[in-house]
């Protein structure tokens, strides 16, 4: 039973930043109706701004507090992968967005395959470690819980309830939604849509950069292929959780934690990503919307 918790609360770490990530997955494609594939590169990008930060504090301010380390990554990380979503949006995807469904796609596709060689073209192929910026360990009897894993966590929850009060309590949030049911009449009524547009990107990139700070700290090295995997991944969650649900990206993003994590602790470790997947193709054959999501109503 111990090591049964010990997996679930490893299990919830990793979920916690696949549903961080999944999260701007689904409110890209709530607003607009597209799947926006590079905002796994996005998620690498605030990894790899992260670890910058982090090379150049430590360089110049030796002993510097980890707290201040962090927040100064983060703050970093959320500005310029801020920064690169809005770009994107209003370079590449913004004058598609009247256009047939698959210029987007494949407009999303390029700008992914654009991201992963510019870096690895301007960091190198190979990976980046960093020492521990958290080593604590507390024991609960047999079970280890890091303070980082418990710093993941109590972050994304910070994040989630912030952005939930964001979508359902302010004017953003309220525009957000008109939006996302109906972009004419929403204009119409005064919203200024292209700009609710560029402002979820980046609502989606900030998420997106935490997630990727996260993951730096939680595995200590970062790759210009971390976009790919992890991006998959936090893609599926957000299927597997109902694409265009936010409570849905998050639900799935625990759910792929927990059965990668469970996966590897009884199973061969091999075979994760296949279970993922199966598990993923198994709940879409029984419910096609996903766990949280609803059915399209066409508008006439």
């Known amino acids: 039973m111990e090591y049964f918790v010990q997996q679930l609360f490893n299990g919830l770490t990793l979920g916690s930043i696949y549903g961080l990530v999944a999260i701007g997955y689904t409110m890209v494609y709530g ?21 910058i930060v982090f090379l150049v504090l430590t ?16 703050v970093v990380a959320m ?10 949006e209003r370079v590449a995807y913004r004058p598609l967005r009247g256009s047939f469904r698959l210029a987007p796609l494949i407009t999303a596709i390029g700008m992914s395959i654009t991201l992963s060689n510019f870096i690895q073209v301007t960091q190198g192929p190979r990976n980046k470690p960093i ?6 360990v507390y024991q609960f009897g047999n079970i280890s819980v890091s ?9 994304t929850a910070v994040l989630l309830t912030i952005f939930w009060y964001i ?22 009524l005064g919203v200024n849509v ?16 935490v997630a990727g700070t996260m993951y730096l700290m939680y595995y200590g090295v970062a790759s210009f292929a971390d976009g790919f995997t992890p991006g998959v991944k936090a893609f599926t969650a957000a299927v597997l959780g109902g694409i265009g649900s936010l409570p849905g990206a998050v639900l799935g993003g625990l759910m792929i934690g927990l059965i990668e994590s469970l996966w590897s602790a009884y199973f061969t470790i091999a075979y994760k990503d296949v279970a993922t997947f199966a598990i993923l193709a198994f709940v879409l054959i029984f419910k096609p919307t996903g766990i949280l999501g609803r059915p399209e109503v066409e508008k006439v």
Do not use: C, Y
């Open 194 to 209: 292209d700009q609710t547009i560029s402002i979820t990107f980046v609502m989606g990139a900030a998420l997106a950069a």
């Open 31 to 51: 607003i607009i109706g597209m799947i926006n594939f590079a905002h796994g590169d996005i998620f690498m990008l605030g990894g790899f701004a992260a670890l």
């Open 167 to 188: 979508v359902n309590r302010t004017a953003l949030g309220r525009a957000q939604r008109a939006t996302e049911q109906d972009r004419k009449m929403a204009a119409l």
């Open 79 to 88: 500005l310029m992968t801020s920064l690169w979503n809005w770009t994107i």
């Open 147 to 155: 303070l980082k894993q418990i710093i993941i966590i109590v972050i």
């Open 59 to 74: 360089s110049i301010f030796a002993g510097l507090p980890v707290a201040v380390l962090l927040l100064a990554m983060l």
């Open 131 to 136: 020492p521990p910026m958290v080593s604590t």
